[in-house]
């Protein structure tokens, strides 16, 4: 994204700003950066382009999606090379409408699936890739670790990938069944059994294992790593808070976003706390829990909730958006910043993009509503075009 002279004007578009709907005006775009917003004069003779019925977003901003991770094993040990998973993954969320994305890398010790990606290992070299191939890629790919509390055997390589600024956002998780996302054991080892073929014994083993770490756990073991990041300016999260003395906790860390909380407590606790709080697009979608936690309609419904994520599908981020506005929970600017310019401040990037405003990088999405669900028709970042459909 070398390339310079990124002039254009966005003609008779549905400009969508942080606060409103800037009906049929145009949108002016100049070295990459937005120049102007209504009625624009471009000084030389730029490239127009009609939108005419078009709704003109910021790009979408993506802090949580495991979707590399399927996309590099999409079956149990049929395994991709990583930059060509990587690359072809870059193009696929520019047709999603993502111009930002945190790719959720993993480190786990032990859980029901044992994935060798989640491994340290290999988890290392899946983020040295993405990092070594960024500048070469559509989108803006960046790093989420997430790190598993009593993943002791990965701290010390986290630590380091902190330090060499190969992670830029870090979550805290703990998937130990009986308690966060899986509080119900016996429908977590159903799971597991059923859609992995994982059997009891193992299950039993781990759950036991994890168990007694958890007892030797003191805050020691992973402050130093808080440390690191917030000396390096690297957002923390919680993730699946599932009561209010864990979201005091988090915020005791450092913690600024809850992501998928699963419970009303937890949700109302981050609320209370200035926490941000984020929910699935699958969520929204689907009406219901994967998990069969809380709904993030209804969280919405009650005023809670500042991010979504697309989690585990890339595409369902900007159907959410639209449809949080179409069942009345959201006006449309408030449903777009969700996914925009609430991410971007969490992670401290709102000064360069997130949204329509003078002066950021042309980070948009042009998109067709008109007909049975919404379509993207051209993606931008920093003013280059990196997908089009065959529409002019």
Partial sequence: MTEKNRNFVIDRARIVTPTGVIEGESLLVEDGYIAGIGTVSPSRNFKRIDALGLYALPGLIDLHSDALEHMIEPRPRAVFSFPLSIIEFDKLICSCGITTMYHCV????NDARNRELR???QASIVIREINSLAASLRARNRVHGRYDIVSYSSIDIVKRLVQERQIHYLS???????????SDVIAYKELNRVSYGVNDRFLEQMICDRASRKIELEDSAVEELLSLCKSRHISLASHDDDSPEKVSWAQQKGVTVSEFPVSKEAVEAANRAGIAVGFGAPNILRGSSWSNNISAREMLSLGYGDILF????PHALLHAVFMINELGLRSLPAAVNMATLNPARSVGIH?????IEY???ADLVLVDTRGEVPQIVKTFVAGKEVFSTCRN
């Fill in 351 to 355: 000064a360069r993009t997130g949204s």
């Fill in 172 to 182: 805290l998780m703990d998937h130990t069944p009986g308690q966060g996302q899986f």
């Fill in 106 to 109: 993993a480190f786990v010790d």
């Fill in 119 to 121: 491994k340290s290992d």
């Fill in 310 to 313: 697309s989690d585990y599908v």
């Fill in 359 to 361: 002066g950021k990088e």
